[in-house]
């Protein structure tokens, strides 16, 4: 059975979303016009952080709904924690607040609704077997990882060490697409919820006018809530210098690089592994 305040709270939520709509609207009548106003940056901040944190991983939250709805929709909460960090414009805020209020009511509100008479086993509706992305179930280790990186050819050389280090180690590797449009291809997600590990490279992408920081790619960001909201084993790569890699997501250990010294953090990256020796290679 769900409590009673879970669902008071993701009522409310929708109700605020919907406020900071209007907000938006009101406050900001060029869709181009870029919201620097404290309060509704606030306001979308902690919305988002409600869901990620105190909303997403609850095990009746992962039993009630569709595992890649709940994903999809952490990653535009993590976007509009990523927005309020900065100044962007109202569009931005817009597009994905109607994402999540698009059949909030529908895919979120009545399936938890229902726990209130019924108990929902965790099951995938993927595969019609136990659902690999619930925190119920203990998952054993499979040395499988998605790695998702920047196409620059600037960062190549980085994400290749990442790659050939896993390997060297027995992990399969996969990895994405260069994205052609503002949202995860379905066939990056498929790749993501199929691997055990997801493994993000945070680096540096544009800097960060009058601050000692760059900003990363948006995209790996976007590939990190996903496989956060399919509950994927995570390691995380930051660059020097790199400010936030998803707001509060950012809470995650990483290990930190510097792109002219990669060998410590592939030892870092090593040292995360139970490995034993079994001999030389013939």
């Known amino acids: 059975m769900i409590d009673e305040q879970v669902i008071l709270t993701i009522e409310r939520m929708r109700d605020s979303l919907e406020d900071l709509l209007r907000n938006l609207r009101r ?22 952080e409600t869901w990620m944190v105190n909303i997403s991983q609850r095990k009746e939250i992962v039993e009630a709904i569709a595992p890649d709805y709940r994903a999809n929709l952490t990653v535009h909460f993590q976007r509009l924690l990523t927005f309020s960090e900065r100044s962007s414009i109202r569009s ?4 994905d607040l109607k994402a999540i209020l698009s059949g909030f009511s529908l895919n979120l509100i009545i399936p938890i609704k229902k726990l209130r008479v019924t108990i929902i086993p965790s099951v995938s509706e993927d595969s019609g077997s136990q659902d690999s992305s619930s925190p119920t179930l203990l998952i054993a280790f499979q040395p499988t990882a998605f790695v998702g990186h920047s196409f620059a050819p600037a ?4 994400a290749n060490s990442i790659i050939q280090c896993l390997e060297a180690i027995g992990i399969g590797v ?7 449009a503002d949202r995860i291809s379905d066939k990056v997600k498929r790749l ?10 945070f680096s540096r992408k544009d800097k960060i006018s009058h ?10 960001i976007d590939e990190k809530a996903y496989a956060v909201g399919r509950n994927k084993k995570l390691i995380l790569f930051k660059e020097k210098d790199v ?24 030892v870092d990256l090593i040292q995360m592994f139970d490995l034993s020796a079994q001999g030389l290679r013939e």
Request: proline share 4%; no cysteine; aromatic share 12%.
């Open 92 to 95: 931005r805020y817009e597009e």
């Open 155 to 158: 960062d190549s050389n980085i």
């Open 27 to 48: 406050r900001y009548t060029s869709p181009n016009r870029q919201v620097t106003a404290d309060d509704l940056k606030s306001v979308a901040a902690s919305l988002a």
């Open 174 to 180: 996969l990895t994405g697409e260069k994205p052609r």
């Open 211 to 220: 601050k000692k920081e760059w900003t990363t790619s948006p995209w790996v």
């Open 192 to 201: 993501i919820v199929k691997q055990y590990l997801f493994v993000g490279i």
């Open 243 to 266: 400010g936030s890699i998803g707001g509060i997501q950012g809470d995650y250990e990483y290990i930190e690089f510097s792109r002219d010294n990669i060998q410590d953090a592939l």
